[in-house]
């Protein structure tokens, strides 16, 4: 399965009367967050498939996108996937929104053990697909406080068992910028701006 994963950037490209004709094979969009909802509307639009998103740390706390999916939060099952999101970033701003401590992520996903094991228990799988705006720490994020990944990730990474992670907020500003990488036999994508990535087959 195509997905097209976008995050970060408004890509003229994608924002265009030809990405139908561009992204004719895909068959899901994820939003990475940090990107406005005419952005994603008008592309879940065009290619007429399921979208799921996350909010980033400069999202508003309503975000809302016509004929997508939040999932911050949440497993969800999509095209035969079973998704998780986290959306938001480190905390760097006593009053930000979707920003968060550590140990405010580690809550957050936690809380979502309950829905993964139960679903592992009826359903014999574990999660197919995490989502999140931020990476995990030391992969793909930076040393500032605003830009540092999430511990947090890497614990979820190695109980869910995702087959793949697809992230955002890290700007890619040279293409010797590294934008994928593996941990625990997943595979973790930097989306920023755009990635047509193929998600393996269903376990």
């Given amino acids: 399965m195509k997905i097209l994963a976008l995050s970060d950037q408004v890509v003229p490209m994608i924002y265009s009367p030809t990405v139908a004709e561009q992204f004719a094979d895909v068959k899901l969009i994820v939003g990475c967050g940090d990107l406005p909802a005419y952005y994603l509307e008008y592309v879940v639009t065009q290619l007429n498939v399921p979208l799921v998103y996350v909010p980033g740390n400069h999202d508003p706390d309503d975000l809302n996108v016509p004929g997508g999916i939040a999932v911050d939060g949440r497993l969800v099952h999509v095209n035969g996937a079973l998704i998780v999101g986290l959306g938001g970033s ?111 087959e269903m376990r």
């Fill in 90 to 200: 480190r905390r760097y701003k006593q009053k930000g929104k979707h920003q968060y401590s550590e140990a405010e992520m580690l809550c957050r996903g936690f809380r979502l053990l309950f829905a993964v094991l139960f679903v592992r228990l009826r359903r014999g799988r574990w999660v197919d697909l995490l989502i999140t705006h931020a990476p995990p720490q030391g992969i793909h994020d930076a040393p500032d406080l605003a830009h540092r990944g999430f511990a947090t990730f890497r614990h979820l990474l190695r109980i869910f068992r995702p087959s793949m992670m697809l992230h955002g907020h890290s700007h890619v500003i040279r293409n010797l910028d590294k934008t994928r990488s593996k941990l625990y036999e997943c595979e973790i994508v930097n989306v920023y701006p755009y990635q047509v990535v193929d998600f393996p």
